[in-house]
């Protein structure tokens, strides 16, 4: 959703043009009523006439957008999200925005072509309307013009992405694949999971490189790969080799040094961010 996905082409992935076109609509609506900082959803909402409401709904969605009358509501709840400022809660929150703002969601929905749905975010739905809603969501939370000025000049190191994700109020993952997306500086962005990879994003600048075993296994001399393999965990970003995570076709690309920063969630994932030295 946020940039090339480098693995097979789905007909339900965005492709450039809906990304741009929903980008540009996000980084209109987070300009126009949330001018600085972390983006305020609830404001978004009030400003355009939208209801919201937290509540306990156990497993039945994250959040959903309901049409009635000519009155949208946006129903967000916290069985599943703890509360209504976790970072989830407010992607789910986006992301129901998404559905409203995008042209064909709303109007599907107000002419009842299409039923309020149950929203599952975070990257994990195939669908296109659900991509296109969580594509939406990353942009509005992290406005492309905001995160450029706040990483101008700035290498890159794992510190930038905390400083972002605190600052906007959005998840790791969140704010490693949208900065991959803008394209400050080059990095990739691996989700891994029993050992292999579950997804990766990578800046368009990064080396075209493919990965040493595709999605099917974490290469094992990588940080990520430690963990399947020795369960060692790194809290600081580790040097890496170009062969060490790719299929690299020339000598000497080989030994170009990378950094490697592990995210390790409670699920057993790791999240993989690495970049050149
Ligand atoms: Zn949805």
Redesign the pocket.
């Known amino acids: 959703m946020m940039i090339e996905p480098k693995q097979k082409t789905k007909n339900n992935f965005l492709n450039e043009l809906q990304k741009s076109e929903i980008e540009d609509l996000a980084e209109y609506i987070a300009n126009e009523y949330s001018p600085k900082g972390a983006i305020n959803l609830e404001g978004i909402a009030e400003n355009n006439g939208i209801t919201f409401s937290y509540g306990n709904y156990k497993d039945a969605f994250d959040g959903l957008l309901e049409h009635s009358f000519g009155n949208f509501h946006i129903y967000i709840n916290i069985d599943r999200l703890e509360h209504g400022y976790t970072e989830r809660a407010r992607f789910t929150f986006a992301?129901e925005l998404g559905?409203y703002f995008l042209d064909n969601h709303r109007n599907a929905l107000a002419q009842g072509l299409a039923p309020s749905?149950p929203?599952f975010t975070g990257f994990i739905s195939e669908n296109l309307v659900?991509r296109q809603?969580d594509y939406f969501a990353s942009c509005l939370l992290l406005p492309k013009t905001r995160i450029k000025i706040d990483c101008f000049k700035r290498k890159f190191e794992f510190k930038l992405i905390q400083e972002l994700s605190k600052k906007y109020q959005t998840s790791i993952t969140a704010t490693a694949l949208r900065y991959s997306s803008i394209g400050c500086s080059p990095i990739m962005v691996a989700y891994c999971m029993n050992n292999s990879i579950k997804w990766y994003w990578k800046t368009t600048e990064f080396p075209f490189w493919v990965l040493k075993f595709g999605k099917s296994k974490v290469p094992e001399n990588t940080a990520a790969g430690e963990y399947f393999s020795k369960n060692r965990r790194y809290t600081t970003a580790e040097i890496v080799y170009a062969e060490d995570w790719f299929d690299v076709k020339f000598d000497r690309d080989r030994e170009r040094q990378f950094l490697e920063h592990c995210v390790y969630g409670t699920n057993g994932s790791v999240l993989s961010i690495v970049w050149e030295k």
Do not use: G, Q
Request: aromatic share 0%; net charge negative.
């Open positions: 992301h559905h749905h929203s659900e809603a």
